[in-house]
């Protein structure tokens, strides 16, 4: 038998793991339905794979989201619930089903910009080796790296997003507001700290997230490898 906090660890993983994966099949079919055929010029204004990454986050926050909010309800609310299966029945009872997607707005508006340019990110680099390289297939390890320079790209570029983010969350935590918007935060925080204020914190950051996007992309081109290979079998 499992007990409560070895079901928390499973769920987490399987949070993780479900997400990494929903984000992958999300962007790759939006992707092919995006993108022009061969020898086609695109009709979207911006790029497929920017489109394709933006609703990658999307779908991917809206299906994990409300174990996300379990998850930080069992963390910050100690001694109120039993576990995780006590803390999803009493929120539905007692709150109603909504609130299982409370904050769900601020969510996406942080994971948009970060998902879409990860994607574009790695979409434009792994085409960019094959041009250079002449090299229609990559490997596992090449994978891996373009991967973590994606993730390292996007997680540089909207970073001083997330700044803001924290910085609000701040505020409206100690009850008094310290920003009217992103916008409000973005500019007090440039002409206090400089530009310097808006990357604070970004190395822990990468460090979390390179190496977990470039191990996401391997895992999902592995896997995208083996099926192909078994269908042309078949």
Same mark, same amino acid.
């Given at each position: 038998? @499992?007990?409560e906090?070895g079901?928390?660890?499973?769920?987490?993983?399987?949070?993780?793991?479900?997400?990494?994966?929903?984000?992958?099949?999300?962007?790759?079919?939006?992707n092919?339905?995006?993108?022009a /055929?061969p020898?086609?010029?695109?009709? +979207?204004?911006?790029?497929?794979?920017l489109?394709?990454?933006?609703c990658?986050?999307?779908?991917s926050?809206?299906?994990t989201?409300?174990l996300e909010l379990?998850?930080?309800?069992?963390?910050?609310?100690?001694?109120?619930?039993?576990?995780?299966?006590?803390?999803?029945v009493?929120?539905?009872?007692? #709150?109603g089903p909504a609130? +299982?997607?409370?904050?769900?707005?601020?969510s996406l @508006?942080?994971?948009i910009?970060?998902? $879409?340019?990860n994607?574009f990110?790695?979409?434009?680099?792994?085409?960019?080796?094959?041009?250079?390289?002449?090299?229609? /297939?990559?490997g596992?390890?090449?994978?891996?790296?373009?991967?973590?320079a994606?993730?390292?790209?996007?997680?540089? $570029?909207?970073?001083?997003? #997330?700044?803001?983010?924290?910085?609000?969350?701040?505020?409206?935590l100690?009850?008094r507001?310290?920003y009217?918007?992103v916008?409000?935060?973005?500019?007090s @925080?440039? #002409?206090?700290?400089?530009?310097?204020? +808006?990357y604070r914190?970004?190395g822990p950051?990468c460090?979390k997230l390179v190496? $977990?996007?470039g @191990?996401?992309f391997?895992?999902?081109?592995?896997?995208? /490898?083996?099926?192909i290979?078994?269908d042309?079998? #078949?």
């Amino acid at each position: 038998m @499992i007990n409560e906090s070895g079901l928390y660890i499973v769920v987490l993983l399987y949070l993780k793991l479900f997400s990494m994966f929903l984000q992958l099949f999300a962007y790759d079919t939006v992707n092919k339905n995006l993108s022009a /055929k061969p020898g086609e010029q695109s009709k +979207l204004p911006v790029p497929a794979s920017l489109i394709a990454g933006a609703c990658a986050g999307v779908s991917s926050t809206i299906c994990t989201y409300p174990l996300e909010l379990l998850k930080t309800r069992l963390t910050i609310q100690r001694g109120v619930y039993n576990g995780l299966l006590d803390a999803f029945v009493k929120i539905i009872k007692e #709150e109603g089903p909504a609130e +299982l997607y409370r904050g769900l707005t601020p969510s996406l @508006i942080g994971v948009i910009p970060y998902s $879409a340019t990860n994607y574009f990110a790695y979409d434009t680099l792994r085409k960019a080796y094959q041009k250079i390289f002449k090299q229609e /297939k990559i490997g596992n390890i090449e994978t891996l790296l373009i991967g973590s320079a994606a993730g390292a790209i996007s997680s540089t $570029a909207t970073f001083p997003l #997330e700044v803001a983010r924290k910085q609000m969350q701040v505020g409206a935590l100690s009850g008094r507001q310290v920003y009217r918007d992103v916008l409000h935060a973005l500019v007090s @925080i440039l #002409e206090k700290e400089g530009i310097q204020g +808006l990357y604070r914190g970004l190395g822990p950051s990468c460090m979390k997230l390179v190496p $977990a996007a470039g @191990i996401s992309f391997m895992c999902y081109e592995a896997c995208k /490898k083996i099926l192909i290979d078994n269908d042309e079998k #078949e």
